[in-house]
């Protein structure tokens, strides 16, 4: 587990000031994405582009995102359509590895997920919702 922050950030104006930063790092990365010309690295910036979309919806809200993660157990707020997103550019990158490969699919759901949480959309996928 992670330390929390020493100096949480709580406000409006400072939850946006972050929002601020991590646009400008996203942006770095995408000027230096591009030279690469590996199209699934560039990939990178439209999940993190989407992730700061979120993040900003979040601190609109009052929400303080800094610190959701696993690890604090804090939630992000997401839409469905954010989270479709989200799925859209891993897949991008993933789906050849791991979407094909039921194997390498469920290594991955279940290093990232609870078990529980697999196994009800394994349930609800073979219901076909």
């Given at each position: 587990?992670?330390?929390?922050?020493?100096d949480?950030?709580?406000?409006?104006?400072?939850?946006?000031?972050?929002?601020?930063?991590?646009?400008?790092?996203?942006?770095?990365?995408?000027?230096q994405?591009?030279?690469?010309?590996?199209?699934?690295?560039?990939?990178?910036?439209g999940?993190l582009?989407?992730?700061?979309?979120?993040?900003?919806?979040?601190?609109?809200?009052?929400?303080?995102?800094?610190?959701?993660s696993?690890?604090?157990?804090?939630?992000?707020?997401?839409?469905?359509?954010?989270?479709?997103?989200?799925?859209?550019?891993?897949?991008?990158?993933?789906?050849?590895?791991?979407g094909?490969?039921p194997?390498?699919?469920?290594?991955?759901?279940l290093?990232?997920?609870?078990?529980?949480?697999?196994?009800?959309?394994?349930?609800?996928?073979?219901?076909?919702k």
């Amino acid at each position: 587990m992670h330390p929390p922050m020493l100096d949480p950030i709580k406000t409006p104006e400072e939850l946006k000031a972050v929002c601020a930063r991590m646009q400008t790092a996203s942006d770095q990365f995408y000027r230096q994405a591009i030279q690469t010309g590996c199209h699934p690295w560039i990939e990178i910036t439209g999940f993190l582009n989407e992730y700061i979309k979120v993040c900003q919806r979040a601190a609109n809200d009052g929400v303080d995102f800094t610190e959701a993660s696993i690890h604090s157990g804090k939630k992000l707020p997401m839409e469905s359509f954010e989270a479709a997103y989200l799925g859209e550019k891993f897949g991008c990158m993933f789906d050849t590895s791991l979407g094909r490969d039921p194997k390498m699919l469920t290594a991955f759901l279940l290093s990232a997920f609870e078990e529980k949480v697999v196994v009800e959309m394994a349930r609800l996928v073979l219901k076909g919702k």
